[in-house]
Each structure stands twice: as C-alpha cells, then as structure tokens.
C-alpha cells in the first residue's frame, strides 16, 4: 500500500523519506526495546470522561451538560468538528465544543472525513498576545503569585486545544496512511486538553480572576507551525517535546502551589501533569509507528527532525515519568547513550525477519497447489 511513494501535504507530509510495506502491528508494540505506557490501551477504551467541573472532593460532571450549538450540516466527520473547534475564539466555548466534537466522534461513530484547517486557531481579544520578553514579571503583573501561575496553565491547555485538533484537521487527508486509530487518539488528546482548561477556567474564577487577564505569548503555536508539513515533525515537536516538558514542570508546580498554601489548586494541577502522561505516550507510540513505516531508526530520526526544524529540548527532565509514558532517555538526553546500538540492531533485526517473512509469503503464494 505505502510502496515508495512520498506523501505531499501543502509541502511535504513525510519529505525525504520513503515507506516499506507495514502490517498492521506497530512497531510499538513489536519492538522489545520500546517499553510502552501500560495504561494506554485502557485509556483508549475507556468512556467519554464528563468530569468537567473540579468539585470539593475532585473532579465530577457538571449539574448540567452544556449544549453546543452547530449550524445544520455542520459536523458530519471528526475533522469537519475539529475545523469549527479551530475556528472558535472564545475560550469556553472552544473548550465546550472541543468536548461535544469527541463526545459525537465516540457516541455516533463518525468518520474521520476530510477537512481544512485555519491558517491560525480563532483567539479571543484577551489575553493579548506579546513576545516571551514582554510577559510581565509576577509583581507587575496584577495577580497574586498563584492566579499568575495558574493563568499561564490555562494559557497552555488552551492552546494544547488547538494544537491537538490541528492535529486531526491538518493531517486527516492521509487517514489511509496512518490509519483511524491515529485521528481517535489526538480527538482523545484534545478532549483532555478542554477538560483541563475548564479546571483552570472555574479555579481562576474562584481566586476572583479569568483567563485573559495578563498577557500571554504564542511561542506553542509558533511549534505547531513549524511542523504543518510533516506529520513526524508534528509528533516529535508536540507530545514528545512540549507534552514532555509538562512531565517535567507538573511536579515543581505542584510544590509551589502547595508553598503557596492553595492545596486545591495544587490538586488541579497534579492532576493534569498525571493526565498528560497519556498524550506524551500516545506521541511516542504513533511516532514509532511512523518511524516503521518510512524505515528509520525512531532514536535518530527524532534527532535529526529536531535539528531540522529547530526544536529546543531542555531540561531538568522527569526521567521516571518520561519513561513511565514510554519516552526512551536516549531520544533526548546525551548522557545516555547505552541502549543507542541495541536500538539499531534491533531494527535491522526487525527489517530481515520482515523480509524473510515476505519473501516466504511469496514462495508459498508461488508454488503450485499440490
């Protein structure tokens, strides 16, 4: 099916690389050195999550659901629901229609379809939107230490919206390629990333604030639009470099909140960090599957799309929760460089057995029947 062909989006989807043949088992899951999140399976399967209030003993469903409305017509496929979330500027709204789109995706078993995203995701008047340098310091900026953080929360998750249903939209041409459970997963992604900023929305009210209220930057949309032409580049760049970076700052946040004395919040917060565990294995798993698909080694092709695309890994890193989600050490770290050749080799094993395993397809499809 993927014979040698390169794939084209607006540039190149998958530029400069060339697919084998690929079964319907992942290299996630075949290869023994790829340790996968256990809970991912189960996540997948588990029922559309309505707990989108944050109650006094945790997160619970709302007293009453939400309507969305949509104009007739509208909404027939996953991608066509992931435009209009793209294309909706207020931020509760977006989060509401964020989780009506996956909700309809699970409840009518619609079809991936085909759409178009906007040039850039719809954004409210507020917060406006300024370089990393004009963020203004936390005594200059009008709230109070904890409401300071947690704006620059909701900011993220907001965002992770966006760069999740670009995700679907943008690449959803290709669905034959890299298959429905690709499209499920990032839909999946982005009902998380809503429910998550809804948390945030309704902590900040309580603290006497909203979202808006200080400026914020754009540098996560700048990442997206870095890799809007090549579906590794998206993988690498978002869940196994920007989801991965909120392994890492989830616990430190955490113990600031909790420094603060806002146990509540520092409950929010721990929950999302654990959350996002799923999205960063999600990324590691799918980038596998890419990897497999174009014959490349998953190690040194992350590195060489960083490169490419000039994307920064920084630390401190969480290495027991990155590697909780299946994120292998040496991708990212330099230090660690002990399982780089057990890597290759066991990709070039995997290479001959597929080729033996062809090659005795064909034989046997060959001799004549006896």
Known sequence: MFGSTKIRCPRHLLPKFKFKPFTSSSAAST??????????????????????????????????????????????????????????????????????AYSKFRTHNLPIGVSDPPTRPARPAKPKLVSPKDIPAPKDAGLPLNAYMLHNLAHVELNAIDLAWDTVVRFSPYTDLLGEGFFADFAHVADDESRHFSWCSQRLAELGFSY?????????????????????????????????????????????????????????VARIADEEVAHVAVGVYWFISVCQKMSRVPCFAFRDLLKEYNVEVKGPFNYSAREEAGLPRHWYDSSATGDQEKEQLSEVYGRLAYIIAVENENASSSRPPG
């Open 212 to 268: 808006g209220d200080m400026p914020a930057h754009n540098l996560l949309w700048r990442e997206c639009e870095k890799s809007s032409d090549n579906v590794a580049a998206r993988l690498a760049a978002i869940p196994l470099v920007q989801e991965a970076r909120g392994l890492d700052a989830g616990p430190r946040l955490v113990n600031k909140f909790v420094g603060f004395g806002d146990n509540r919040t520092s409950k929010i």
């Open 31 to 100: 290869s023994p050195q790829y340790r996968q999140w256990s809970g991912l399976q189960r996540w997948r399967e588990s029922p559309v999550n309505e707990d989108r209030v944050w109650g006094s003993k945790g997160p619970e469903p709302p007293l009453k659901l939400q309507q969305v409305d949509i104009a007739t017509g509208l909404g027939s496929s996953l991608a066509e629901l992931g435009a209009l979330v793209l294309s909706t500027s207020d931020p509760i709204a977006k989060s509401q229609l964020s989780h009506f």
